[in-house]
T-cell receptor, first 110, second 114 residues
Framework: QKEVEQNSGPLSVPEGAIASLNCTYS??????FFWYRQYSGKSPELIMS????GDKEDGRFTAQLNKASQYVSLLIRDSQPSDSATYLC??????????FGRGTSLIVHP | NAGVTQTPKFQVLKTGQSMTLQCAQD?????MYWYRQDPGMGLRLIYY???????DKGEVPNGYNVSRLNKREFSLRLESAAPSQTSVYFC?????????????FGPGTRLTVT
């Protein structure tokens, strides 16, 4: 059973701070890693994908992957109230079916 | 370019009624998926279609059937709705080339079964 674990939160950070969201996974053969953002009442939206160890930056978002330790994280710099949402981690192996974590709720307060 | 579209957006059914949820994508993606999302349960895969002409069961297929009508369209049918099927249903698609299966989701269908 492939598992993807996330702290459900909520993670509360002040506006302008760095939000750090973490995800661990059980399948050592995993090759693809995704972060989705889901606003309340809306559908998940892909914000980052990462396939190799290290950091990948896109604007205020940085995804970090460490395959040896089996974790992937998402950093959000200069957090804004509009970043308040649930963040879903998804991990893919050799099939077309990524496994989703249950998500971490992020609250950015002014 | 509409991405992934779903109809209807909302639906209320009585126990035992049937209905079909429609999904279409205009991104020329190979793979399509149906998920349900319940509070505290995360996204659970119902059925998926890796490519046109194929469908496979996911984690929670009981009570559902699917049809991959063509490359663009993937429908989900509830033959005899039960209150346990009250949920939000999302359709997604992905290109599925190599290890790239970034998924793009439709807006969802909110289904209530009374």
């Amino acid at each position: 059973q492939k598992e993807v674990e996330q702290n459900s939160g909520p993670l509360s950070v002040p506006e302008g701070a760095i939000a750090s969201l973490n995800c661990t996974y059980s399948d050592r053969g995993s090759q693809s890693f995704f972060w989705y953002r889901q606003y309340s009442g809306k559908s998940p939206e892909l914000i980052m994908s990462i396939y190799s160890n290290g950091d990948k930056e896109d604007g205020r978002f940085t995804a970090q992957l460490n395959k040896a330790s089996q974790y992937v994280s998402l950093l959000i710099r200069d957090s804004q109230p509009s970043d308040s949402a649930t963040y879903l981690c998804a991990v893919g192996g050799g099939s077309y079916i990524p496994t989703f974590g249950r998500g971490t709720s992020l609250i950015v307060h002014p | 370019n509409a991405g992934v579209t779903q109809t209807p957006k909302f639906q209320v059914l009585k126990t035992g009624q049937s209905m079909t949820l429609q999904c279409a994508q205009d991104m020329n993606h190979n793979s399509m998926y149906w998920y349900r999302q319940d509070p505290g349960m995360g996204l659970r895969l119902i059925y998926y279609s890796a490519s046109e002409g194929t469908t496979d069961k996911g984690e929670v297929p009981n009570g559902y059937n699917v049809s991959r009508l063509n490359k663009r369209e993937f429908s989900l049918r509830l033959e005899s709705a039960a209150p346990s099927q009250t949920s939000v249903y999302f359709c997604a698609s992905s290109d599925s080339q190599g290890v790239n299966y970034e998924q793009y989701f439709g807006p969802g269908t909110r289904l209530t079964v009374t």
